[in-house]
């Protein structure tokens, strides 16, 4: 099993940056691909980033495209998420997630484990 933990919201204006961060537990982490999710108030959980197990492939929203960056740190059992240019759109609970499939997936039912999120707020 992997847990998971997410850091690094918080209230930032248009334009801005953030660095979520997502720290996992568990044997399985280093095999597993992650990807980050987003749900705003109101609506579906949605697709952000993923990245696979050895940080060789990723893949993004069209929404975030060019202005976040998914990276992870192995030896950290760390996940992050660079937001750059932020929009009053990207406002949204954060999610990390774990997926034990091959292939890079966009899909929530894709995913085996999620962290609670973390909150991120852009003001216009």
């Known amino acids: 099993q992997v847990q998971l933990v997410e850091s690094g919201g918080g209230l930032v204006q248009t334009g801005g940056s953030l660095r979520l961060s997502c720290a996992a537990s568990g044997r399985t982490f280093r095999a597993s691909n992650m990807g980050w999710f987003r749900q705003a108030p109101g609506k579906e959980r949605e697709f952000v980033a993923t990245?696979?197990?050895?940080?060789?492939?990723?893949f993004y929203a069209d929404s975030v495209k060019g202005r976040f960056t998914i990276s992870r740190d192995n030896a950290r059992n760390t996940v992050y998420l660079q937001m750059d240019s932020l929009k009053p759109e990207d406002t949204a609970l954060y999610y990390c997630?774990?997926?034990?499939?091959?292939?890079?997936?966009?899909?929530?039912?894709?995913?085996?484990?999620w962290g609670q999120g973390t909150q991120v707020t852009v003001s216009s």
């Open positions: 990245i696979s197990w050895s940080g060789g492939s990723t």
């Open positions: 997630a774990a997926s034990d499939r091959d292939r890079l997936r966009v899909r929530v039912t894709s995913y085996d484990y």
